[in-house]
């Protein structure tokens, strides 16, 4: 059996994710502003900056938990071809139920400021994928948790 990380080792780990989910987002956001409706460009401009900000923020975070951010890959595998503005939309629900999940992770991880940045930005992520798939859920950051839990 792994023994489990020190809680410092957590947060730096679920640091880390959360900032994996931030290369990711911003690379997805780059697809989505190509396709999005011209209706929606200017909440995926938002968007983005938003998720290149958190991305800043989280590689001071991992430097000073004691890691080397991981960089961003070159490309990301989408979850389906974005041709449309609908996919756009899709796509951009998809991104940020993603981050809100690597952000649950961190809540639980982390404490103190880094605890309430990481709560800031599930809540931000769940906003936002609320708009964009035109509807909540009721946990933001744990929807594919329950999905996995019901497919084991």
Same mark, same amino acid.
């Given at each position: 059996?792994? *023994?489990?990380? !020190? *809680?410092?080792?957590?947060?730096?780990?679920a640091a880390q994710a959360a900032l994996a989910a931030e290369h990711a987002a911003a690379y997805g956001y780059g697809v989505i502003g190509a396709r999005?409706?011209? $209706? %929606?460009?200017? &909440?995926?401009?938002e968007a983005f900056g938003g998720h290149l900000a958190r991305r800043d923020a989280?590689?001071?975070?991992?430097r000073e938990l004691g890691g080397s951010p991981r960089p961003s890959e070159a490309a990301y595998a989408l979850p389906f071809a974005?041709?449309?503005? $609908?996919? !756009?939309? %899709? @796509?951009?629900?998809e991104i940020e139920e993603r981050v809100a999940g690597a952000y649950?992770? @961190?809540?639980?991880?982390?404490?103190?400021? @880094? %605890?309430?940045?990481?709560?800031?930005? @599930?809540s931000a992520a769940a906003v936002r994928a609320a708009r964009w %798939?035109?509807?909540?859920? !009721?946990?933001?950051?744990? $929807?594919?948790?329950? &999905?996995?839990a019901r497919t084991s």
């Open positions: 059996m792994k *023994p489990e990380p !020190a *809680p410092a080792g957590r947060a730096l780990e999005a409706a011209a $209706a %929606r460009a200017n &909440e995926a401009r989280l590689t001071r975070t991992v974005v041709r449309t503005p $609908a996919d !756009a939309e %899709r @796509l951009a629900a649950s992770d @961190l809540v639980r991880a982390a404490e103190g400021p @880094l %605890r309430r940045e990481a709560a800031d930005a @599930l %798939r035109g509807v909540g859920v !009721a946990f933001p950051g744990l $929807a594919e948790r329950s &999905e996995r």
